[in-house]
C-alpha cells in the first residue's frame, strides 16, 4: 500500500537572482533592521569558489560571468583558504603586489592577492539573530574588514557573510575604515583602495 500524498504546489512567481537584492526588511532605517536581511546566506545559493592557482584575469571573467561581487577561494582539496573581490582584483593593491614580487600582474594568481582565512573573521548565526545591520556594519568598519563570515553555532560550517561595500550601498553610507595602520604605506592602500571602491 502506497502512503505517499500529493503535494500543494502554487504558481512560480517572478524571481531576481542578483547577488545584491537583499529581501524588505520592515523598516526604513536599514541600519537597525534585522542583520540576517543583509547576509549573504549559503543555503540559498551555492559557494561559488575560484581556485587558488586562478589567475587574477580568470577570476575576474569568473565573477563578472556569475554576476558576483565577491567569491571564496579553494585549494586544491576544495578547501577554504580565503575570499577574493572584484573591487580586490581592481585596485592598486594588485599592482602593488606584482612590483613587491618582481613580476607582473599577469604572473599573479588569486592566491597572491585573496584575503587569506587567517585574515578573515566570523560570528555565529545566533550572534547575527540578536543583532541589527548598524552593529555589523560598525564592527566591520572599526576593524577594517571587507567581509565577515557567519557560522552555523553547532556545525560551525559557513552559512552565509557579510560584505562592507553591500552593506555600506544598501545604507546609502561612504566608506569609512578606520583600521589602525602598522606604518604609512598602510594608510596611502587603504586611502586609494577607498578612492577606487
Same mark, same amino acid.
Not at 500529493?6 to 531576481?16: D, L, M, R
Not at 599577469?106 to 585574515?119: A, F, G, H, K, Y
Not at 547575527?128 to 560550517?157: C, N, P, R, W
Given at each position: 500500500?502506497?502512503?505517499?500524498?500529493?503535494?500543494?504546489?502554487?504558481?512560480?512567481?517572478?524571481?531576481?537572482?542578483?547577488?545584491?537584492?537583499?529581501?524588505?526588511?520592515?523598516?526604513?532605517?536599514?541600519?537597525?533592521?534585522?542583520?540576517?536581511?543583509?547576509?549573504?546566506?549559503?543555503?540559498?545559493?551555492?559557494?561559488?569558489?575560484?581556485?587558488?592557482?586562478?589567475?587574477?584575469? +580568470?577570476?575576474? *571573467? @569568473?565573477?563578472?560571468?556569475?554576476?558576483?561581487?565577491?567569491?571564496?577561494?579553494? #585549494?586544491?582539496?576544495?578547501? &577554504?583558504?580565503?575570499?577574493?573581490?572584484?573591487?580586490?582584483?581592481?585596485?592598486?593593491?594588485?599592482?602593488?603586489?606584482?612590483?613587491?614580487?618582481?613580476?607582473?600582474?599577469?604572473?599573479?594568481?588569486?592566491?597572491?592577492?585573496?584575503?587569506?582565512?587567517?585574515?578573515?573573521?566570523?560570528?555565529?548565526?545566533?550572534?547575527?539573530?540578536?543583532?541589527?545591520?548598524?552593529?555589523?556594519?560598525?564592527?566591520?568598519?572599526?576593524?577594517?574588514? +571587507?567581509?565577515? *563570515? @557567519?557560522?552555523?553555532?553547532?556545525?560551525?560550517?559557513?552559512?552565509?557573510?557579510? #560584505?562592507?561595500?553591500?552593506? &555600506?550601498?544598501?545604507?546609502?553610507?561612504?566608506?569609512?575604515?578606520?583600521?589602525?595602520?602598522?606604518?604609512?604605506?598602510?594608510?596611502?592602500?587603504?586611502?586609494?583602495?577607498?578612492?577606487?571602491?
Amino acid at each position: 500500500m502506497n502512503t505517499n500524498t500529493v503535494i500543494k504546489t502554487q504558481p512560480v512567481f517572478a524571481y531576481e537572482l542578483a547577488e545584491n537584492h537583499f529581501p524588505a526588511c520592515g523598516t526604513d532605517n536599514l541600519e537597525q533592521a534585522p542583520a540576517h536581511c543583509l547576509m549573504h546566506t549559503l543555503h540559498l545559493s551555492l559557494m561559488q569558489h575560484i581556485d587558488e592557482n586562478s589567475s587574477i584575469d +580568470e577570476a575576474a *571573467l @569568473v565573477l563578472t560571468k556569475t554576476h558576483r561581487r565577491a567569491s571564496f577561494v579553494v #585549494d586544491s582539496q576544495e578547501k &577554504l583558504v580565503g575570499m577574493i573581490s572584484n573591487a580586490r582584483l581592481g585596485s592598486r593593491y594588485v599592482l602593488s603586489m606584482a612590483e613587491k614580487r618582481g613580476c607582473t600582474r599577469r604572473d599573479l594568481t588569486v592566491n597572491d592577492v585573496m584575503i587569506p582565512l587567517s585574515e578573515l573573521r566570523q560570528i555565529t548565526l545566533k550572534q547575527t539573530s540578536q543583532a541589527v545591520v548598524g552593529k555589523v556594519l560598525k564592527t566591520m568598519e572599526e576593524a577594517g574588514h +571587507e567581509f565577515l *563570515l @557567519v557560522i552555523d553555532d553547532s556545525t560551525l560550517y559557513p552559512v552565509g557573510y557579510f #560584505d562592507l561595500i553591500d552593506l &555600506l550601498k544598501a545604507c546609502g553610507r561612504a566608506v569609512n575604515s578606520i583600521k589602525p595602520a602598522n606604518k604609512f604605506s598602510d594608510i596611502v592602500g587603504t586611502i586609494l583602495h577607498h578612492a577606487e571602491i
